[in-house]
């Protein structure tokens, strides 16, 4: 089982649509969990933590399922701007900070 | 503030030479993070500081690679006698320990 997976996509939705993705990882132990955002040829930034209790950031939502291993990001009322590869992101295995990323799920939004 | 910096932007290197990259952490974030990104490939962990202590070389992929952090700021990554497979873009991050890490732009190397 790969450590981090994700669909690859890509997702494509108009705008105004509502789209989430899904992430699954392998290691039991990890205690910090991240949705990345990568635009093409660029490098990843952070968009948000993802908190056991779930948490919301504006048109963003996550939420984490610790007995399935499971992590998810709804993005509601999509924009254009939203295009991008969204990578899902657990610590370890080695050790806490080090990170371990999936291969991120594509989403096109189009007019 | 500044952010994360790597050089070169792009390098193209012949197969069975020698590169170094070249990463500029953030001012005073004391983590620093070698992640490599091949075509269509996730990130993959190579190596990790953490002030002073000894670095956690877990995830770089054979003897021919290698990275020295300097003073505690700038670290170089170097690859010897690259080969072809190591082609791909090399991500720099850093943070405070345990918090965001943010990235620099990634040096771009392919190797003919």
Same mark, same amino acid.
């Given at each position: 089982r790969k450590?981090?997976?994700?669909?690859p996509g890509?997702?494509?939705v108009p705008e105004g649509a509502t789209?989430?993705?899904n992430c699954t990882y392998?290691?039991?132990a990890s205690q910090s969990f991240f949705w990345y955002r990568q635009d093409c040829r660029k490098e990843p930034k952070l968009l948000m933590s993802v908190y056991s209790s779930g948490n919301e950031d504006g048109r963003f939502t996550a939420q984490l399922n610790r007995a399935s291993q499971y992590i998810s990001l709804l993005i509601r009322d999509s924009k254009l701007s939203d295009s991008a590869t969204y990578l899902c992101v657990v610590n370890g295995p080695t050790g806490y900070s080090t990170l371990t990323f999936g291969k991120g799920t594509m989403l096109l939004v189009s007019p | 503030g500044a952010g994360v910096s790597q050089s070169p932007s792009n390098k193209v290197t012949e197969k069975g030479k020698d590169v170094e990259? /070249?990463?500029d952490p953030i001012s005073g974030h004391t983590a620093l993070y070698w992640? /490599?990104?091949s075509l269509g490939q996730g990130l993959e962990f190579l190596i990790y500081f953490q002030?002073?202590?000894?670095?956690?070389k877990s995830g770089l992929p054979s003897d021919r690679f290698s990275a020295e952090r300097t003073g505690g700021s700038v670290s170089t990554l170097t690859i010897q006698r690259t080969q072809q497979e190591d082609s791909a873009v090399y991500l720099c991050a850093s943070s405070h320990i345990t918090d965001t890490q943010y990235f620099g732009p990634g040096t771009r190397l392919t190797v003919l």
């Open positions: 450590e981090v997976e994700q669909d890509p997702f494509n789209v989430a993705f392998s290691n039991s | 990259l /070249r990463c992640y /490599r990104q002030g002073n202590s000894a670095p956690d």
